[in-house]
Nanobody, 121 residues
């Protein structure tokens, strides 16, 4: 079992910056072998993929956040980060981190509880 705990959400003005963190723990955790991702969810748009980083530290981004968001990982702290800059009101959502393990068969098997990000003046 892998537990994911998110933090860092809050209120930020348009154009501002915010960094989210997601710490992984559990008896079976093997963080360095996981593909980690951030998703966001709104009632209007549902769940959408935002960014991902694999075990080789290759990063991937959705077109809507490319150039503004940066995903990174610390395999010593078992933590994945999402640095968000140039934030827009459209970025307002509940943000979730997720983990794809070597046995997940292409599915993000573990999910965090979510943290709310509100971009507003």
């Amino acid at each position: 079992q892998v537990d994911l705990v998110e933090s860092g959400g809050g209120l930020v003005q348009p154009g501002g910056s915010l960094t989210l963190s997601c710490a992984a723990s559990g008896s079976s955790v093997s963080f360095s072998r996981y593909r980690m991702a951030w998703f966001r969810q709104t009632p209007e748009k549902g769940r959408e993929w935002v960014a991902a980083i694999d075990w080789m530290y290759d990063t991937y981004y959705s077109d809507s956040v490319k150039g503004r968001f940066t995903i990174s990982r610390d395999d010593v702290k078992n933590t994945v980060y999402l640095e968000m800059t140039s934030l827009k009101p459209e970025d307002t959502a509940d943000y979730y981190c997720a983990a794809e393990t070597p046995t997940s068969s292409g599915t993000y098997e573990y999910w965090g509880q979510g943290t709310q990000v509100t971009v507003s003046s």
